[in-house]
């Protein structure tokens, strides 16, 4: 008989990293083995949509513990508001006994605990007393989180992407040089040098066009930057996403923190070429001149040059393509990602 898995989620629809991850558990091994109930906590619009399906949330979970009888539970959370909207989700999944796997997708470790109130803390470490094992995305992860709990408690299990062959052939008859960013624009992604970085690019390749895909601070940075080269599509999804990334020659992120971002690892499954910065599991996915490039937040020279580098030579982009499809094929594959889920689910059953 399948093991029961009560799999605490954000909407399949809301926007983030997070929930590109739980898309592709849908329809995954993962499902076939182990008998798995989502649990949608929250979702993008107003509050009371927030609040409605958070409260519709609580009692489908109290009834998969109940009369369900959940036996794993599977958190996938981050920090700020996600981690008190999870707390009632540990908190009772340890009152019925249940063997609690929570999935920390953030990477903001100063300010949600290091530099936080005692009062804060001591919260902390008390929900998390209540989980059985933790999943992180990379080995800066890992080690924050084991000055928090115990180190035989944590364990690293990368994000993956998806191979889209078609694309990854048709990447040298790519003739736009766009560079293409997919994410919240915000400061903390590293938006705000883009107006640098831009120029710089233009100067040597004045055809070159800067897309953003995302939402965020959208005005503020429409004000600093040439809108003849800059395009904003608001976020997307589906064929939009899907035709962006077969028409970009680059993908950029110049982010001041991430885990382990699934908008990397989606661009390396067409093929593009990656610039980036260095922060995170970041350079476990992104080579040095094998599949891109990566350097130091607010690097704007560096990342400059690199995107530069990159439009303007061919046979190194064509070159850091391929290995970009390579490494995801050989190492960050949606199989070898749930084998590793399961393989955990196994020590804790």
């Not at 093991?3 to 076939?32: D, R």
């Not at 409260?55 to 008190?84: D, N, P, Q, T, V």
């Not at 599991?281 to 704007?300: C, K």
Request: a positive charge; hydrophobic letters at 40%.
């Amino acid at each position: 008989m399948r093991k029961k898995v009560c799999m605490v989620v954000p909407s399949f629809t809301a926007k983030g990293g997070i929930t590109a991850v739980v898309n592709g558990y849908q329809n995954s091994q993962l499902t076939e083995d182990y008998d798995v109930r989502f649990i949608e906590t929250y979702c993008d619009g107003n509050k009371i949509k927030k609040v409605a399906i958070y409260l519709k949330s609580m009692f489908k979970y109290l009834y998969a513990l109940i009369f369900w009888r959940a036996e794993i539970i599977h958190i996938h959370s981050s920090f700020g508001g996600s981690f008190y909207r999870k707390k009632f989700f540990i908190d009772f999944g340890r009152l019925f006994n249940c063997k609690i796997v929570n999935h920390i997708h953030g990477s903001y470790y100063d300010e949600f605990y290091f530099k936080a109130s005692n009062y804060k803390k001591k919260m902390v470490q008390k929900t998390y007393e209540k989980c059985n094992i933790f999943i992180v995305l990379n080995e800066s992860a890992e080690k924050n989180l084991k000055q928090i709990v115990p180190d035989k408690q944590v364990v690293v299990i990368e994000n993956y992407g998806i191979l889209e062959t078609s694309a990854i052939h048709n990447y040298k008859n790519r003739n736009e040089n766009v560079v293409l960013f997919l994410g919240f624009v915000t400061e903390k992604k590293g938006c705000f040098d883009m107006p640098r970085i831009s120029e710089i690019v233009l100067q040597e390749v004045p055809d070159a066009q800067f897309v953003l895909g995302g939402v965020g601070e959208l005005e503020k940075l429409e004000k600093l930057v040439n809108m003849n080269h800059f395009k904003f599509l608001g976020w997307i999804e589906g064929e939009e996403k899907k035709e962006w990334l077969e028409r970009a020659k680059v993908f950029f992120l110049p982010s001041y923190s991430e885990a382990m971002p699934m908008s990397i690892l989606e661009a390396m499954g067409y093929g593009l070429p990656v610039v980036a910065s260095n922060v995170g599991g970041i350079p476990s996915i992104v080579r040095n001149n094998i599949n891109g490039f990566t350097f130091i937040p607010g690097d704007v020279e560096g990342m400059a040059a690199a995107i530069i580098e990159i439009l303007k030579n061919s046979k190194l982009a064509n070159k850091l393509s391929e290995n970009s499809a390579k490494i995801i094929a050989e190492e960050y594959s949606l199989k070898s990602h749930i084998d590793a889920v399961e393989k955990l689910y196994e020590v804790q059953a």
